[in-house]
């Protein structure tokens, strides 16, 4: 694979940055304490590594070799750029907020009208103003993944979002990450709450604005579903075609509640969409879907953890990743089912669609199954375009990129309906369609 980040300089290490940025991260209390023992956790292993089996098919060690210096805060010039480009990506009615390098800007955000039991603060606010050391842990909190920790350790800004118990925000919520720098790096961290019985859609966009390039992106959301509360989590991936953009969400789901959550990724020359999933709950429903559409060099990890601890779950995960030129598509899905999650439905499929001899997409589906009385499967396939179905479409008059695009479509089609909600949905396809268009 293509290399399009400059090679690291040998006195920038991670350390430094962490060192140089340290003055520049809020936090009062114990934060600046969780940060230092997030990033010693970093320390241990460095950027993830092919050593890591959740790990070994994106070197970030090989492929990107150093963490870049943290993006400076955005001047007017960069507010300009970043606000025509937050535009373009605007779901339909949704409530926008925007963070560019980082930081999160109200004056392009739309906080005027928010709904009845909705609150948003900027995670940078939450911090500084001395939180409790159980909040501020569960705000950074982290895994054993480095990239994770690392994101704990450096996060500048973030949105805490909460909404009450029994509130059903009927707007989607959207965070649109702007990245307007060259060759520095940005960890932004969002905290979700919903309370028992709430519903809300969220919809995370990242884009780069005009000059942007070479930057490399870390974000993580963590999310607490709450008992009979709904959530739609859509994260769309659009970054500048030679940055890197990590991002991670830990999601814990409580009993009778339903999670629906979408991942694409589109562009960057290297993403990691990487989904940790608990099921705390009996009776919780889970979808985690997504799609990777990959062509030139570039290479889209979407890799996917779903942990049932508790009996009578259900979840479902359906990928597909379209791959075309030298790109690499990569899914990795486990679904983990603990002894005591009896009657535990679970299923991943995945499947991918090669459009030129030299695309690859490597598959790895996973059961690690510890309880009986479960129904459990997975599947994995991969293949060309069927011709004889192009050559029936173009029978009846459509030229040959249109049946391609067509089937395309219809192939994309298998995981995007899985959106229950027809706003989304409909940005989504969008998405896909520009993708599409934009290779034409």
Not at 1 to 10: E, F, H, N, R, T
Not at 133 to 140: C, E, K, R
Request: glycine share 8%.
């Amino acid at each position: 694979m293509k290399q399009v980040l400059p090679k690291a300089d040998p006195q920038r290490t991670s350390g430094n940055v962490f060192a140089a940025a340290r003055g520049r991260l809020p936090g009062a209390g114990l934060v600046p304490q969780i940060r230092a023992s997030a990033f010693e956790v970093y320390e241990r292993t460095g950027l993830p590594h092919r050593g890591m089996e959740d790990w070994k098919y994106t070197d970030l060690r090989a492929l990107i070799g150093e963490v870049l210096p943290l993006a400076p805060r955005p001047d007017a010039e960069a507010l300009v750029r970043a606000k025509v480009s937050a535009q373009h990506v605007s779901a339909d009615q949704a409530v926008k907020l925007v963070l560019v390098d980082g930081i999160f800007v109200p004056e392009l955000s739309d906080l005027g009208k928010l709904e009845n039991g909705l609150v948003v603060r900027s995670l940078r606010e939450v911090l500084e103003n001395s939180v409790p050391g159980d909040m501020a842990g569960l705000v950074l909190s982290t895994t054993s993944d480095s990239a994770i920790s690392l994101n704990a350790a450096m996060a500048t800004d973030g949105l805490v979002i909460t909404i009450s118990d029994g509130n059903a925000v009927k707007r989607p919520i959207q965070i649109v990450h702007v990245a307007t720098g060259v060759s520095v790096s940005t960890f932004t961290r969002s905290y979700l709450q919903l309370g028992k019985g709430a519903h809300a859609a969220i919809v995370e966009s990242f884009v780069s604005a005009e000059r942007a390039s070479g930057y490399q992106a870390n974000d993580a959301i963590i999310a607490l579903v709450g008992n009979e509360a709904s959530l739609s989590y859509i994260h769309v991936a659009a970054a500048a075609s030679d940055a890197v953009n990590i991002s991670s969400a830990i999601i814990a789901v409580g009993a009778r509640a339903k999670l629906d959550l979408f991942s694409m990724t589109c562009s960057g020359s290297i993403s990691r969409y990487q989904g940790f999933i608990s099921l705390a709950g009996e009776g919780t429903d889970v979808s985690a879907n997504g799609v990777n559409l990959i062509r030139g060099e570039l290479h889209a990890d979407t890799t996917m953890v779903v942990d049932h601890a508790v009996p009578h779950c259900t979840s479902r995960e359906k990928f597909r990743a379209v791959v075309d030129d030298r790109g690499r598509s990569v899914f990795q899905g486990r679904i983990v089912v603990r002894p005591a999650a009896r009657k535990t439905d679970a299923t991943l499929t995945t499947r991918a669609l090669l459009l030129s001899d030299e695309a690859e997409a490597d598959s790895k589906p996973e059961l690690e199954i510890l309880a009986d009385d479960v129904t459990c499967g997975h599947g994995a396939t991969s293949g060309a375009l069927d011709n004889s179905l192009v050559f029936y479409l173009r029978a009846r008059g459509l030229p040959e990129k249109d049946a391609k695009s067509l089937l395309i479509k219809a192939f994309l089609g298998e995981s995007i309906e899985e959106i229950t909600s027809e706003n989304l949905r409909d940005f989504v396809t969008a998405q896909a369609e520009h993708w599409l268009q934009a290779g034409r």
